[in-house]
């Protein structure tokens, strides 16, 4: 069983398109995060929800949205794609109590790599 | 701010070479989490370490070893007699440890690409 699992692994797709990359986590975890990983392979934090609410909206433009219909799940949709959108992204989840041992460690999905033309 | 700096880019060895990966972060936080994130080729994500500020203690597993180092605000990360599995990208990472509050998303820094020859 996959812990952390996206979808679609790969989409190309034209400028001015909508898309929505899927996440879903059967760790039980209670957070959930996406991260854009670019061609220098910097990774950065996008969105974090805890328990469906919202915790983390970094400077990200408008056009990202993300949702959580539950705890388990957060998906990403993109409005009007731009050539710039071209990236890895990562779904990650965690648990957010400090005193549990894996506390805070991320578990990565395998990534869905988007390609703008 | 938090922010985590690993200033090697790139390094190459031939294997059975011993390798540091440097890692240097700033965080005002008293209580905090580091981490190293390993980026193989195949492209997923894989932890390897998670160390608490309070635990100042070295750590080895296998032929991986850290060295944290509070008084340098570093983090470092030894492969000894690297192997050519090993080449991939390596990420230290920072969090805020907020005893149970949720928003403690992990800072990056900008990964150094290992490449071990045969």
């Known amino acids: 069983d996959t812990a952390v699992s996206q979808t679609p692994k790969y989409l190309v797709t034209q400028m001015g398109n909508d898309k929505s990359i899927k996440c879903e986590q059967n760790l039980g975890h209670d957070t959930m995060y996406w991260y854009k990983q670019d061609s220098k392979k910097f990774l950065k934090i996008m969105f974090s929800?805890?328990?469906?609410?919202?915790?983390i909206n970094e400077t990200v433009p408008n056009r990202f949205s993300p949702k959580s219909p539950d705890k388990a799940h957060l998906n990403l949709h993109i409005n009007s794609l731009e050539l710039g959108d071209s990236a890895v992204y990562f779904c990650?989840?965690?648990?957010?109590?400090?005193?549990?041992?894996?506390?805070?460690?991320?578990?990565f999905g395998a990534g869905s790599r988007l390609t703008v033309l | 701010a938090q922010k985590v700096t690993q200033a090697q880019t790139e390094i190459s060895v031939v294997e059975k070479e011993d390798v540091t990966l440097d890692c240097v972060y700033e965080t005002r936080d008293t209580t905090y989490y580091l981490f190293w994130y390993k980026q193989p080729p195949s492209g997923e994500l894989v932890f390897l370490i998670r160390r608490n500020s309070f635990d100042e203690q070295n750590e080895i597993s296998g032929r991986y070893s850290w060295n944290f180092q509070k008084s340098t605000s570093s983090f470092n990360f030894t492969i000894t007699a690297s192997q050519v599995v090993d080449s991939a990208v390596y990420f230290c990472a920072l969090s805020e440890a907020r005893g149970g509050q949720a928003g403690t998303a992990l800072i990056f820094g900008k990964g150094t690409t290992l490449s071990v020859s045969s």
């Open positions: 929800y805890n328990n469906k609410e919202l915790i």
């Open positions: 990650a989840s965690s648990h957010t109590s400090g005193r549990l041992p894996g506390a805070n460690v991320l578990t």
